[in-house]
């Protein structure tokens, strides 16, 4: 049986390490005077978001029409090297900074905490497919390779593999961290 809180199989957060979540909700995260730094991590968040949509766009419309790989790799490529790059930096600040923080601002969630350092490894590897599927297109087509339709479609299933997955800890991260910040946060940078 695969662990409920396995990144890949999650549906949601355990109610306890939602605590924070319903005394903050959703519904006032749009508030005037929200913490900076929880306002600047939803952006990110958005940022990301928006990138992935871009990209499964992008990866659709190829798919309906296949004939034209080089078009889709100027498109995809560049958003791709941005995506990696952002989201591999903004994990390696949060792992690195942010986590150890927030642990010892609130001990009584410090398992959230450990659980969604441990999704940025699944994230991580995801990252990397979606790199070795990016580079073999990009190969693929500066090579005028006769089968460069079918590295995109690699890449575009290396995406639809993805996506899911981090959008899944982008809301969780989301419901521990933006109340966190903004009930208890006073001071953090």
């Not at 928006?50 to 659709?60: E, K, S, V, W």
């Not at 642990?103 to 999704?119: K, S, T, V």
């Not at 006769?146 to 590295?151: G, K, L, V, Y």
């Amino acid at each position: 049986m695969s662990d409920p809180l396995d990144l890949a199989h999650r549906q949601g957060l355990p109610g306890e390490w939602l605590a924070l979540r319903d005394r903050f909700p959703r519904s006032r995260w749009g508030e005037a005077g929200l913490n900076p730094v929880a306002a600047h991590w939803l952006q990110m968040h958005a940022g990301f978001r928006h990138h992935g949509d871009h990209m499964t766009r992008l990866a659709t419309a190829f798919r309906a029409d296949p004939a034209n790989p080089r078009g889709l790799h100027a498109q995809l490529i560049p958003a791709l090297q941005a995506f990696l790059q952002h989201l591999d930096g903004h994990h390696r600040i949060e792992s690195g900074h942010y986590f150890p923080v927030f642990r010892q601002m609130e001990p009584d969630i410090a398992a959230g905490i450990d659980l969604l350092d441990r999704d940025h490894d699944a994230v991580h590897a995801h990252l990397e497919a979606l790199f070795e599927a990016g580079r073999g297109f990009h190969m693929a087509v500066a090579g005028n390779a006769p089968d460069a339709a079918s590295s995109a479609h690699r890449l575009a299933d290396a995406l639809d593999a993805a996506l899911p997955s981090l959008t899944r800890h982008l809301d969780d991260e989301e419901d521990i961290v933006i109340p966190l910040i903004a009930l208890k946060g006073d001071g953090i940078r």
